[in-house]
């Protein structure tokens, strides 16, 4: 897992670069697709207000990296031990990945989960299963009438044929 990391890692920073302030030597984002959505030229904040924001996002990394290496990079230290007990708040936020699977739990997972068995139990078998039944038993009801209708004898399947077309014939003949 270490080499794919790696060059995911090397090719996030090549990629960063290209993304860079105006004051360095501007972001070659900012024309690739010009040509093809005919995009106006994108408006740039003032040079200062760059240098200031990268300083400062430059100054919290450095922190970061010190505030680490402080905690766990010295010699001795029991991580382990030294980050439970005097860890705070911030330390058990970031252990349990600030909560963010518990919220997505409570907010998508059960209402999904319950949604999906009121379906299973109440939807499916009520609706979409009575629909199903009721056009088979329309079905079967429809099958004995016309089977009731299929006697095997020619001469009703005639009178039936000839009461047809006498209801047609006075149909025809009763239009203007």
Do not use: C
Request: no cysteine; proline share 4%.
């Amino acid at each position: 897992m270490t080499v794919p990391l790696v060059i995911l890692a090397v090719g996030s920073i090549f990629a960063g670069w290209l993304g860079a302030p105006e004051y360095l030597w501007g972001s070659k984002w900012d024309h690739w697709l010009a040509p093809v959505f005919g995009a106006q030229e994108a408006h740039h904040g003032s040079v200062a207000v760059e240098i200031y924001m990268t300083l400062a996002t430059l100054a919290l990394v450095g922190a970061a990296i010190y505030l680490a290496y402080a905690r766990y990079g010295r010699p001795g230290v029991k991580i382990a031990q030294d980050a439970e007990t005097s860890g705070g708040v911030f330390y058990h936020l970031s252990l349990n990945k600030y909560y963010i699977d518990e919220l997505y739990d409570f907010a998508v997972v059960r209402p999904f989960t319950a949604g999906s068995d009121w379906l299973a139990r109440v939807f499916d078998p009520g609706v979409i299963d009575g629909i199903a039944n009721g056009i088979a038993g329309t079905a079967r009801g429809m099958s004995v009438f016309w089977q009731g209708l299929q006697t095997g004898n020619v001469q009703h399947y005639l009178a039936g044929f000839l009461v047809g077309t006498l209801a047609l014939l006075g149909y025809y003949i009763g239009q203007p």
